[in-house]
């Protein structure tokens, strides 16, 4: 199994950026997809972006493409979301995951390893 511990969340002004980090530690995490999901109080989670374990192959909700990048440095164990051009609409709590496959998935149940999360409100 993979630990994850998230940070970066953070108050931005709408049009602000943010970049969240995620650490890895335990059994090979680089062989991981890793994603971000977000959630609001009360609702289920939502997909944000994912990437395989090479880092070649990357996939975004629609809500963020071309907003949000998700990236990974395999050497440092971590993944990263740089969100940028954020609207009042990406407030929420965001979550790193983790799954021991190749596999992209959009959905969270899938998903074996789970960071804190850590919150951010976008708000003028």
């Known amino acids: 199994q993979v630990q994850l511990v998230d940070s970066g969340g953070g108050s931005v002004q709408p049009g602000g950026s943010l970049t969240f980090s995620c650490a890895a530690s335990?059994?090979?995490?680089?062989?991981?997809?890793m994603a971000w999901f977000r959630q609001a109080p009360g609702k289920e989670y939502e997909f944000v972006a994912a990437?395989?374990?090479?880092?070649?192959?990357?996939h975004y909700a629609d809500s963020v493409k071309g907003r949000f990048t998700i990236s990974r440095d395999n050497a440092r164990n971590t993944v990263y979301l740089l969100m940028n051009m954020l609207k009042a609409e990406d407030t929420d709590v965001y979550f790193c995951a983790g799954r021991p496959s190749s596999f992209l998935s959009t959905y969270a149940t899938v998903y074996t390893s789970w960071g804190q999360g850590t919150q951010v409100t976008v708000s003028s």
């Open positions: 335990g059994r090979t995490p680089s062989s991981y997809t």
């Open positions: 990437i395989s374990p090479s880092g070649d192959t990357t």
